[in-house]
């Protein structure tokens, strides 16, 4: 339980940094736009990312056809093997620990994970207005934290129609903002 504290603090230091960030960021559900939390806390670095399912797949619902299906396949395995996509500095050895998915279109499928808390029952519950998202969290364990000072987020290079992302970060450090653009992936921690 003594871990619980600290990280509850870290993900409350997001929603400070999320003012930081263009007023695009507060309107929700935005084509093209995803959100990443970052937490730093001690050994453990956690990525949260959350993001309209068009960005990901080029459809917001549940899959209609075999294509359909066998992209969100596509996609559920380029998430869940994210060593392409996150590259937390290499002098902290970080090694991926965890990976939770949770959408509308994994549910029933082997890669939907339980939804955590209130963000992911949200995530996975059938969306109202019609637009479908995706929350992935990463949890890695980093052998030198004190090494842990970015992050290389390369999820532009499988998601074409993800334009840019607004990041958080929340550590030891303190709290920062970022958007995030294909020639622009480093994130400073």
């Known amino acids: 339980m003594s871990t619980l504290r600290p990280l509850a603090v870290v993900f409350a230091a997001l929603l400070v940094a999320a ?4 007023a695009q960021a507060g309107k ?6 995803a959100t990443l939390k970052v937490a730093v806390d001690g050994e453990t670095l956690t990525l949260t990312l959350e993001s309209p399912l068009d960005n990901l797949l080029g459809f917001e619902r ?5 294509a359909e299906r066998r992209a969100v396949a ?3 395995e380029r998430l869940r093997n994210p060593e392409k996509m996150l590259l937390p500095a290499a002098a902290a050895r970080c090694t991926l620990a965890e990976v939770r998915l949770t959408s509308l279109v994994l549910a029933g ?7 955590a808390g209130a963000a992911g029952a949200a995530a996975a519950a059938k969306p109202a207005d019609g637009h479908g998202d995706l929350m992935a969290q990463y949890r890695y364990r980093c052998a ?3 090494e842990l000072r970015s992050v290389e987020v390369r999820f532009f290079e499988s998601f074409r129609r993800l334009a840019s992302i607004n990041a958080q970060v929340a550590g030891a450090k303190g709290q920062s903002a970022k958007r995030l653009t294909p020639k622009q992936s480093v ?3």
């Open 19 to 22: 003012a930081a960030l263009p």
């Open 62 to 66: 549940a899959p209609r056809d075999d």
């Open 144 to 146: 030198a934290p004190a």
């Open 28 to 33: 929700g559900h935005v084509h093209g736009l």
């Open 74 to 76: 596509t996609m559920a």
């Open 109 to 115: 499928t082997p890669a939907h994970d339980a939804p």
């Open 187 to 189: 994130l400073k921690l």
